[in-house]
């Protein structure tokens, strides 16, 4: 199983639409926030979280060069309001993101429970698996000083518990990601479970 194809344009129209919902997203109780279907992506638009939002903004600026000038401000402007909004709703801005931060954390917890019980099973899935722990980086990241200490104390133990597994070896997403998650940082991005 491979992640999604880098496509610059999809990432363009799920940023615009995220960041069109920010809003009412950030003042309800959800955590998976449904996008109309009356959208330009219909059924293959992604629901909205913090880590999505975060998400489709790296992989947009990864393939910049492959948006026209129009989708380039139409970018620009999903970051701007995006900022906008999170200086008028900073405190439900934090509280969702570290709410969302332990969601991916339980998801990614019981993937490397299934790799650790049958490793020849789950070690194809990687690729596609370790997007929940690039977005508790990008949310760990938005989040700063913020991040609770609870959070923090999860992720490093999640991390060590996959080192002990971990073969290093070639990024496993498209090489233009490489920019937005170094190897210093992202190191578990560069390899993959043994099968």
């Known amino acids: 199983m491979s992640i999604p194809k880098l496509d610059a344009a999809t990432e363009v129209t799920i940023a615009q639409w995220f960041v069109g919902d920010l809003e009412a997203y950030l003042k309800s109780d959800v955590m998976y926030w449904p996008i109309a279907p009356m959208n330009p992506l ?5 629901q909205l979280t913090i880590g999505g939002l975060l998400e489709s903004f790296a992989r ?37 993101a570290a709410r969302e931060i332990n969601s991916r954390l339980d998801a990614w917890s019981a993937y490397l429970d299934d790799a650790a019980r049958k490793p020849s099973e789950v070690a194809a899935y990687y690729p596609h698996e370790v997007r929940s722990r690039a977005k508790v980086y990008l949310l760990a990241q938005a989040l700063g000083q913020e991040l609770p200490s609870a959070a923090q104390q999860r992720i490093t ?22 920019n937005m998650f170094p190897k210093d940082r992202c190191w ?5 479970l043994p099968e």
């Open 60 to 96: 947009a600026a990864a393939a910049i060069d492959d948006l026209s000038s129009d989708q380039r401000s139409i970018l620009q402007a999903a970051r701007a309001g995006h900022d906008r909004i999170v200086a008028a709703h900073r405190a439900a801005y934090l509280n969702k």
């Open 157 to 178: 133990a999640l991390d060590t518990r996959l080192y002990a597994m971990f073969v290093p070896g070639a990024f496993v997403w498209d090489q233009r990601l490489q």
């Open 188 to 192: 578990w991005l560069y390899g993959q």
């Open 42 to 46: 219909g059924d293959k638009m992604p």
